[in-house]
């Protein structure tokens, strides 16, 4: 079959953040009450009991809960602080409530109610290719996190050698059966690289064949593996993510783990070239491991319409259960960027030179993968 590039199916920030309820303060005290007012020395560092300098005598003491009325400035988010630490810093005016807690979930539902009242009104932008940040940046990476985070343990190095801005072309390793080493790079770029930049990953045409995976993949930003589209994003200067190995890779043998097929014909260094984008070589380790596949039943994939049918120590014979991806331990390095603003305009139609880069890109990953394997300790830690 032809070659394919990349199957990818690839905190919450709140756009809007609710104001604090204002807390009824007690009445004036009515003649002939009887209670007797007493001087209150103010306490640094103490919310309760303070009474503000240079206030009226009788002033009502500070009280962690109330809140007097809250402008537009006071809904900012505030910083990562402990409990009731820092309120002074943050806003002169509103003191933080004890504990941090109460304010801070009226800002994330005051935030999820504005977010879904922007998608039910349609106040949010899809681009051309049918990208969709906000959705992708508050619920998918929201989704695939606690997978990133928490099960693969995923960890990231070279992520200095992405640009800070302009169009790259990142090149990739790919393996593991199901494509869960492009959504896991995709969310590693996101939350890792200090401008906060967004992976747009290339994917094979199976990928915008499968009804809600189709759907998904254009939202996350993935468009088709061609060198149209490719070409378009570089050239407005977004992070392009691509996987040359395609099928070949993502269903090898188990036994033929790391070990690189053939990177197409290279067309990922003609656009690159086209573009004069800077092609930064990844390798991924351990998702090679997730589903050891060991066996290939071709007549199944064949009927189906499928490039393999992948025969695990666990799928089929445990049933949707062989589906879960071993929690084994994940290591992605992005290597040094190879230059391609120094070559000439017609350096995209020269054969040799692609040859010659395609080959450059692939040692590099290869010859990363094979140390990164040498360092690491454990398959699962």
Known sequence: MADAKVIPFDDDRSRGAGQRPQRRRSGPRRPGDGAKVREVKAVPGRLNGDVPEGAAPGAEPL?????????????????????????????AS?????????????????????????????????????????????????????????????????????????????VANHSGTL??????MQVGVHD????????RLLAADLVFMLPVVNELARKAGHTLAC??????????GELVGVMPEGFKGIGKPFGERY?????????FVSTALRTGSPIVPCSIVGAEEIYPMIGNAKTVARVLGIPYFPLTPTFPWL??????????????QFGEAIPTDGYPPEAAEDPMLMFNLTDQVREQIQHTLYKLLVQRRSVFF
């Open 192 to 199: 890792n690289h200090p401008h906060g930049r967004h992976l």
């Open 319 to 332: 049933g949707p259960l062989g589906a879960v991806p071993l929690p084994t331990k994940w290591t992605i």
């Open 94 to 170: 509103v003191p933080e409530p004890r504990g941090g807690g109460g304010g801070g979930w009226d800002r994330r539902i005051a935030g999820g109610l504005a977010f879904l009242r922007r998608r039910l009104t349609g106040e949010y932008h899809v681009d051309d290719f049918g990208y969709d940040e906000e959705l992708t940046d508050q619920v998918l990476m929201s989704l695939l996190r606690p997978l990133y985070e928490k099960y693969f343990r995923v960890e990231v190095k070279g992520i200095e050698n992405i640009p800070a801005d302009g169009g790259a072309l990142i």
């Open 63 to 91: 009280d962690a809960g109330a809140v007097g009325p809250v402008g537009a400035d006071d809904a900012r988010p505030t910083g990562p602080r402990g409990a009731g630490q820092g309120a002074a810093a943050e806003s």
């Open 259 to 267: 070990k690189l097929q053939r990177f197409g014909r290279g067309g």
């Open 227 to 236: 060198a149209e589209d490719a070409e378009a994003l570089l050239e407005r």
């Open 179 to 184: 494509p869960w080493d492009g959504l896991m």
